[in-house]
């Protein structure tokens, strides 16, 4: 995805810092939790390729059972080859700690040898937020802060824990499942991970202008 030309000064600064997402990864999950997490129903991230003012973005989404165990491989292989490759340190999330619950659940689950927090340093936007700020918030209001505006409308979690629960139980329901739906989930997930990235570099340009308005 083409990245407009960014300033830096607009950036979140982290201990004085405010080039870490050039070392950073953008990450979040779609899962299917019943009563303990199942499965990894949609792995997603990107990172920021400086040379090309690119968004590089990666997702992964199970299609039949076996993927269960597949998907959890591939995220592992991803986040190596980020680190060794790519010399990414950080991984930016909000509220980040439901997802590292549940792959580290499943990692463990399934004898897949990461520990995500060993190898990334967390940076969580909503607790950035809520430190700043000393009030809590959502994606989708953080959101409209940025002046973000999605293509597509919210999924809830209930319905895309219904979606991979049909996936893993019947093999054939991908194969009925209607493009549309399929692309809407990749969508609703690729945005997730890309507002991150919007967020984290414009961070201190909308609270400057929030606090501007506020003053008037």
Partial sequence: MEVEKLTE???????????????????????????????????GCCYYDEQKQKLE???YMIENKMDVKSILFLAKDYFNLMRTKYNKKYIVTFSGNNDFTVINYLFQKYNV??????????????????????????????????????????????????TFSKIIKDNDYIIRMPEEKKEKILLYNEQDVVSLFHIYTNWNNAFDTELVAIKE
Wanted: negative net charge; contains cysteine; charged residues 25%.
């Fill in 57 to 59: 973005v990666t997702q």
């Fill in 113 to 162: 040898d990461l520990a995500i927090e060993e190898e990334f340093t967390q940076i969580d936007l909503q607790k950035q937020y809520e430190k700043e700020n000393n009030t809590s918030i959502g994606l989708k209001s953080l959101e409209r802060q940025f002046n973000i505006f999605r293509d597509t409308e919210v999924i809830s979690g209930s319905n895309l824990a219904k």
């Fill in 9 to 43: 000064e607009n950036s979140l600064v982290i201990n004085g810092d405010n080039h870490l997402y050039k070392d950073a990864i953008f990450f979040d999950l779609e899962h299917y939790i019943y009563k303990k997490p199942i499965c990894v129903g949609v792995f």
